[in-house]
């Protein structure tokens, strides 16, 4: 059975989407991977339900690393803010540093991936989940804000990865 801590409040009207949580934390706690995307318009508790979600990884026993997308910050910055913080914090999930620092490299140099053609950038995009499953043990990364020029990206994941 789940711990239950509440941070902020007991959440009111999100049972749906808490089960969706737990599922997924379960499932993660199993060795079943999995992507959890969280969308809506501004101001109906997204950032909440994805607190609660990490709250509840981490009750689990699960490593929890955070990615924010700011203005100007490049597209991969999420991702290489939240290997970041994984590296830190578990540096025996992730390969060895030199593979991990060379791939967190690229992904922060905007100068690179301006560059870098639609196909090359989902091989970016694979090779980062690689490194986050490399050890074969449960991690969980969170990246908010995403845009893509402007617009939000549709709620949608590739289920090879």
Known sequence: ?????WSDGVMVG???????????VDGVRRGRGGV??????AGI?????????????????????TGRAVEGGGTYRPLSEALGALRSATPHLLVPAGDELRWRHTLTRE????GVTPPERAAVARRAADVLLSRGEPARC????????????????????
Do not use: H
Request: charged share 30%; hydrophobic share 50%.
């Open 111 to 114: 100068a690179v991936l301006a």
């Open 142 to 161: 969170t990246a908010r804000r995403i845009t893509w020029r402007g617009r939000r990206l549709p709620a949608r994941c590739d289920p090879r990865w």
């Open 14 to 24: 999100r049972a749906a989407e808490l089960a969706t949580v737990r599922s997924m």
């Open 36 to 41: 959890l995307l969280v969308s809506g318009e």
């Open 45 to 65: 508790g997204k950032s909440r339900l994805l607190r609660e979600a990490a709250e509840r990884a981490r009750d689990a026993g699960l490593a929890v690393a």
């Open 1 to 5: 059975m789940w711990p239950i801590r």
